[in-house]
């Protein structure tokens, strides 16, 4: 009887440690939910005060950044491709011409070329602006230096300075517009694909890759390309004047070496931007006004994305019950 007594009270026993158990399991994980959640919670409030100081500090810095008080050379990078999502874009670009140009110490500017051209837009754009500004100071030389290559859309921009020179091997011209495409309907058809393109509009899919050209849509491109080719004569003529040969080559989309360069009226000299700054400007120091994402800004940017991510992972951490 002992053994059978100690049995039943063990059996009734375990019934409650079991329950017991299960509700301080229940109750532990609810507590650390709402400890992750407060967490999450806290580390969102502090990237957003860092997010704030970094963003303060940063405008400060642009605002107090200190002015430069010796004359000097500006000088302005334009390299790479001309376009919106490239490091040569008409914002970057046109804020950093206006820095130059309110700048009463900067005796004047020099462009210096590196691209292969880019955007007709953008270099419009830049264009555009290095004109207006130009009638805003007088007395304020800009020269544009090629370095090694100033093709297409960097030509356009280079012919609203005053002066262009460059080395005797830089590549200079391409005065011309392109459009690429390919054609892939042989291989679609071997390889047994069928195209189907619903459009409304009769020439919404001009010139798709997957259908056959058609002679219309070579027209309507060719028309509009030779739009924009002659806005880009248009610009060179009124930049360059009567210091353009008459060689029926010049606005073929050619290019030559500076040294060829220079007798078809397209440069005016053989230089680097050293000389520039020190024999036409008149002011041997050189500072860089080219547009610069700062550490700050990258900071910031890098704190933005955190955001985001901690701000997600907080969303997903909340549950509906």
């Keep these: 009887m002992a053994f059978g007594n100690d049995n039943i009270d063990s059996t009734t026993s375990d019934e409650p440690i079991w329950e017991r158990r299960v509700l301080e399991d229940l109750a532990f994980s609810a507590v650390k939910e709402q400890r992750a959640g407060r967490r999450w919670k806290n580390v969102f409030r502090g990237l957003i005060l860092l997010y704030l100081v970094a963003f303060l500090a940063l405008t400060f810095f642009k605002s107090t950044g200190g002015s430069i008080t010796t004359e000097h050379t500006a000088m302005i990078n334009i390299a790479g491709v001309i376009s919106s999502e490239s490091e040569a874009n008409a914002d970057d670009i046109v804020a950093s011409l206006r820095d130059a140009f309110e700048t009463e110490t900067a005796k004047g500017l020099i462009l210096r070329f590196n691209t292969p051209g880019g955007s007709p837009v953008q270099s419009g754009i830049i264009n555009d602006e290095i004109t207006r500004l130009k009638a805003t100071r007088d007395a304020f ?24 020179y460059a080395d005797k091997a830089s590549i200079v011209g391409s005065i011309g517009v392109r459009m690429d495409s390919f054609g892939f309907t042989e291989a679609i058809q071997k390889l047994g694909v069928e195209r189907r393109s619903i459009t409304a509009g009769e020439h919404k899919s001009i010139l798709d890759p997957f259908l056959p050209l058609q002679q219309s849509d ?100 909340v549950q509906i019950k």
């Design 141 to 164: 030389p800009v020269y544009a230096v090629i370095e090694d290559v100033c093709a297409s859309g960097g030509y356009y921009i280079a012919v609203a300075a005053d002066e262009i």
């Design 218 to 317: 070579v027209d309507h491109a060719e028309t509009m390309l030779n739009t924009v080719h002659q806005q880009f004569i248009d610009v060179v003529e009124a930049g360059r004047g009567d210091r353009l040969s008459n060689n029926p080559d010049l606005f073929s989309g050619l290019f030559w070496s500076g040294e060829q360069a220079l007798p078809l009226g397209l440069i005016d000299g053989l230089a680097n931007i050293d000389h520039v700054a020190r024999e036409m400007v008149g002011a041997e120091e050189i500072v860089d006004y080219t547009y610069q994402v700062t550490v700050l800004e990258r900071f910031a940017g890098g704190l933005g994305a955190s955001i985001s991510q901690a701000f997600i992972a907080i969303l997903n951490s």
